[in-house]
């Protein structure tokens, strides 16, 4: 199971970005998809987690300004970022809890995508 992440950019504060993360594999479920971002010299961070009830759970930070959305048949979820600042400047990451026949249930990480927002 692989998972490619793109969107990421360089965007003027108050921008916006689109960031796109497909999974491949072979995979037959997911449990969860999950939006991370690692700011340099800081812990890595969550952004927003969708679980099985399909309702996400986004981190206060960025509550109002970031949408995310998926496709399930397809394997792919995205993250609108609207009203960009520069504290959201980080490398972002998504992550799946997801099921193959090959690998069975597996924690799976994108490469990450860069993002940064200029002042």
């Known amino acids: 199971v692989q998972l490619q992440a793109s969107g990421g950019g360089l965007v003027q504060t108050g921008g916006s970005l689109r960031l796109s993360c497909e999974a491949s594999g072979g995979i037959t479920r997911i449990e969860a998809m999950n939006w991370y971002r690692q700011a340099p010299g800081k812990e890595r961070e969550l952004v927003v987690a969708?679980?099985?009830?399909?309702?996400?759970n986004y981190a206060e930070s960025v509550k109002g300004r970031f949408t995310v959305s998926r496709d399930i048949a397809k394997n792919t979820m995205w993250l609108q970022m609207n009203s960009l600042e520069p504290d959201d400047t980080a490398v972002y990451h998504c992550y799946m809890f997801a099921f193959s026949e090959t690998t069975r249930w597996k924690t799976c990480w994108g490469q990450g995508t860069l993002v940064t927002v200029s002042s």
């Open positions: 969708i679980g099985v009830s399909g309702v996400p």
